[in-house]
């Protein structure tokens, strides 16, 4: 990094060479700098900013402490009756001792310079969750994410709960329940009707869930044991950790005939859930994976649709040509799909996969 006394030796040796009928380009090459950097350097020195760089070097401020005040700062966060406390606690109780050493915040820059700043007494300090372990399937029945949403009930304040299980693979619901309450037995049992429905064997399925009592329960967490299924849990208040069935929710309660009024009972409420699962299964054309029915991808007949679709395309532009500006419209089959997807595993992958999850 260039200082600012060479900066300024430099721009006198420029300024001699341009009036020496030196050309700036031919200047810059020698000093091996862009011609942009030297008038820019210039700019500076005759408007008089200084140095902006982050890493420049920076004349000491007068009212900055020195080493033996800064020593001082030290001594006192290390005593015995200051040594559990924050300078928020410390700099107020010398204050009424009549001292002041400096501002907290001066206190905690000194205590992380010298790398003072651990958490300080019993509690446990605050703690970032760490991102889920990313799930990638490449097939039906490897990766499932299931949560549960609210269904309003006539009773004002009172809802039902509706628990979903679906395949992101595929996007198939695969198991369904609604019930009154949140309950881990509820959870656990429909994990259970799913499992034996698709016939998945032990260590071939992971389960991703948020962090609600339902989905952490012991007796969901032992279900999952026994049944030899992977559990994976989403981070406290992070809903994109778990964004298929967050999408699923939203297409449930936007769809156009979902009731207008609260569910009278909790069989009408269970009633119309099955008619769209239904629909959403057997008739709904997914956008993220090539306009197919959830059920067609789940049971494999989306290669053949969308290889049929392509020769149409085909067809229609070697009987047209005219009409088409460029390929015909992609019709390939996605075959990976991400669920929260390392960032250096495939950034472009992961961006549109959230895009179309819808």
Known sequence: MTSSPDRKEILELVNEAEQGGARLSRIADLLGLHVRTLRRWREAQQAGRADGRPVAERPRPANALNEEERQAVLNVCN?????????????????????????????????????????????????????????????????????????????????????????????????????????????????SKACLREGIQPGELTLHADNGGPMKGATMLATLQRLGVVPSFSRPSVSDDNPYSEALFRTLK?????????????????????????????????????????????????????????????????????????????????EVVWLNPAREDDAVESTENRKRIA
Do not use: M
């Open 79 to 191: 005593q015995l009756e200051y040594a559990h406390l924050p300078p928020s606690q410390i700099v107020p109780r010398l204050a009424d001792e009549g001292i002041y050493l400096a501002s907290e915040s001066t206190f905690y820059r000194i205590l992380r310079e010298a790398e003072q700043t651990a958490h300080r007494g019993r509690a446990q300090p605050p703690q970032k969750p760490a991102r889920p372990q990313p799930c990638r399937a490449t097939g039906p029945n490897q990766v499932w994410s299931g949560d549960i949403t609210y269904l309003a009930s006539c009773i004002r304040g009172t809802f039902y709960r509706l628990y979903v299980v679906e395949d992101i693979f595929s996007r198939k619901i695969v198991g369904w329940e609604v019930h009154e309450r949140e309950t881990a037995a509820h959870a656990s049992t429909l994990i």
């Open 254 to 334: 936007y769809v156009p005939n979902y009731p207008g009024k609260p569910f009278e009972s909790l069989e009408a409420a269970r009633a119309w859930v099955q008619s769209f699962v239904t629909w959403y299964n057997e008739s709904h054309r997914h956008s993220a994976i090539g306009f197919v029915t959830p059920a067609q991808r789940h049971r494999g007949e989306d290669v053949a649709i969308l290889a049929a679709r392509k020769a149409v395309y085909e067809q229609a532009k070697a009987q047209r040509p005219e009409r088409w500006s460029g390929p015909t419209r992609d019709w390939s089959r996605k």
